[in-house]
């Protein structure tokens, strides 16, 4: 089973829409929760941590749901700037390891 | 934010060369860099973690005499993929933390294709 899985998508939306998507992680005692944004040929870029209460940066609201080992991110108001593949990220260990979804693709239509 | 740069960006080789990638933590002393390869459509997979000064640790199922790692400084580590073979095409790319390790910053990684 891999550690971090997501639905790869695509999610296609128009612009302007709200777009929710989760990723699950298999190992219970992992620690710190990510969302990167990868955009096509690029590096991963941070966008948000996920804390336990749950958090909101702008238009990105993340959650984290320890009992059910899963982790959301939910997109408002939709840009076709968003329009990217976003990947849950989790370090489980103290060694500071991150282990990486296989990412989801939101495209974000005129 | 900090920046990570890496050299080459991109690189066509023949089979049977050997291939290095320098990753430059440009602003801060990265006490630890990491490498990772990415193949089309999947996940980012750790080949394994440098530390300054000491010999890389790789994760499982990597060969560490093909990808060879050299962590001289604080600023720069080097990974070189040695008798590349078409199966190595791939996007590497590697990642540094400061002292306190609580970020990893990105380069913008090195696209392999190996004819």
């Known amino acids: 089973r891999k550690e971090v899985e997501q639905d790869p998508g695509p999610f296609n939306v128009p612009e302007g829409a709200t777009v929710a998507f989760n990723c699950t992680y298999s190992n219970s005692a992992s620690q710190s929760f990510f969302w990167y944004r990868q955009d096509c040929r690029k590096e991963p870029k941070l966008l948000m941590s996920?804390?336990?209460s749950g958090n909101e940066d702008g238009r990105f609201t993340a959650q984290l749901n320890r009992a059910s080992q899963y982790i959301s991110l939910l997109i408002r108001d939709s840009k076709l700037s968003d329009s990217a593949t976003y990947l849950c990220?989790?370090?489980?260990?103290?060694?500071?390891?991150?282990?990486f979804g296989a990412g989801t693709t939101v495209t974000v239509r005129a | 934010g900090a920046v990570v740069s890496q050299h080459p960006s991109r690189v066509i080789c023949k089979s049977g060369t050997s291939v290095k990638i320098e990753c430059r933590s440009l602003?801060?002393?990265?006490?630890?860099m990491f490498w990772y390869r990415q193949f089309p459509k999947q996940s980012l997979m750790l080949m394994a973690t440098?530390?300054?000064?000491?010999?890389?640790?790789?994760e499982q199922g990597v060969e560490k005499d093909k990808f060879l790692i050299n962590h001289a400084s604080l600023t720069l580590s080097t990974l070189t993929v040695t008798s590349a073979h078409p199966e190595d095409s791939s996007f590497y790319i590697c990642?540094?933390?400061?002292?306190?390790?609580?970020?990893?910053?990105f380069g913008p990684g090195t696209r392999l294709l190996v004819l």
């Open positions: 996920v804390y336990s």
């Open positions: 990642s540094a933390t400061g002292q306190k390790q609580e970020t990893q910053y």
């Open positions: 990220v989790v370090n489980t260990a103290n060694d500071y390891k991150l282990s």
């Open positions: 440098s530390n300054e000064g000491s010999k890389a640790t790789y």
């Open positions: 602003d801060f002393q990265a006490t630890t």
